[in-house]
Nanobody, 128 residues
Framework: QVQLVESGGDLVQTGASLTLSCAASGRSVRTYRMGWFRQAPGKEREFVGASNWRGGVAYTGAYADSVKGRFTISRNNAENTVYLEMNDLKPEDTAVYYC??????????????????WGQGTQVTVSS
């Protein structure tokens, strides 16, 4: 079992930066795919980005087009924590952000169905 706890959500202005944290416990997530998703009010959950393990300490990131170039996923394996750094935030980024874990590295990193473990979410609100 893996437990995930997100933190760092806040109310910020357009153009601001914010970093979300996802603290994992129960197992090391060093070799697991870790994803970020978000859900805005009245909308379906959508993929934000994923960090895929490539062996050793190598990871590759994959991002939704809407956040590419603005958001970056990083990890601190010693702390068993994954981060989502968000820059140049826009009102359309307003959502509850969820961290998720896929221990098996399924074929579709953008599908929530591939992920076995989820955090409770953290609210990000971007004011215009």
């Amino acid at each position: 079992q893996v437990q995930l706890v997100e933190s760092g959500g806040d109310l910020v202005q357009t153009g601001a930066s914010l970093t979300l944290s996802c603290a994992a416990s129960g197992r090391s997530v060093r070799t697991y795919r870790m994803g970020w998703f978000r859900q805005a009010p009245g909308k379906e959950r959508e993929f934000v980005g994923a960090s895929n393990w490539r062996g050793g300490v190598a990871y590759t990131g994959a991002y939704a087009d809407s956040v590419k170039g603005r958001f970056t996923i990083s990890r601190n394996n010693a702390e068993n924590t994954v981060y989502l750094e968000m820059n140049d935030l826009k009102p359309e980024d307003t959502a509850v952000y969820y961290c998720a874990c896929d221990p098996r590295g399924g074929s579709n990193y953008a599908s929530g169905a591939e992920y076995d473990y989820w955090g409770q979410g953290t609210q990000v609100t971007v004011s215009s």
